[in-house]
């Protein structure tokens, strides 16, 4: 008996050999055709695999490309104005769709801010393990975080932009109008 590994980025396949000298010539002809079919197949759903995210992968670029999202926007913060950069998700599409908008966020022990929508958003969400300052999120699909400080996650939130040149603000409720750039 010997064994075979068979290896993708994905699995290890492990398929044992018998030693087929000690069988009559019609076992041997069905165990060798069995044990090609089985080794076809296997070999096709590795391949098939990564096709079939190399393909997901193309598709998501496709409808990332189809949206219409602007690269950027205001967003004045109390008084001074901002611009935003905005992520390319259905998510922001949806949200830039109710500019002009005004958030009263509500200061989160001075770590961030929120604010909750009554209008559900499609959600997005991806796993992020960095915010930084000036990150703006949305949680679930009607919650929006606004961090002030880096801070290392390991949460899914759903990406709607970055503040530029973001100084963390004071503790204490603030109130965000966005725009579109004229």
Avoid at 70 to 82: A, C, E, F, R
Wanted: proline share 2%; net charge neutral; hydrophobic share 40%.
């Amino acid at each position: 008996m010997a064994c075979l590994l068979i290896k993708n980025k994905y699995n290890y396949i492990i398929i044992l050999i018998m030693d087929v000298s000690s069988m009559e010539n019609s076992a041997k002809a069905v165990y060798i055709t069995v044990f090609i079919f089985v080794l076809i197949v296997i070999l096709y759903f590795c391949v098939a695999k990564d096709n079939v995210e190399q393909y997901m992968r193309e598709q998501e670029e496709l409808e990332i490309q189809k949206l219409n999202v602007p690269d950027t926007g205001n967003v004045l913060i109390n008084g001074k104005t901002y611009e935003i950069s905005f992520e390319k998700n259905k998510t922001v599409e949806e949200f830039i769709n109710m500019f002009p908008l005004t958030l009263e966020m509500h200061d989160k022990n001075s770590l961030s801010k929120s604010a909750i929508i009554y209008t559900k958003l499609t959600s997005s969400k991806k796993r992020i393990k960095t915010i930084s300052p000036g990150d703006l999120v949305m949680d679930g699909n009607s919650s929006f975080i606004l961090f002030n400080k880096e801070s290392n996650v390991n949460c899914k939130y759903t990406r709607i932009g970055h503040i530029n040149n973001y100084n963390k603000l004071n503790s204490g409720d603030i109130t965000l109008s966005f725009s579109l750039i004229e």
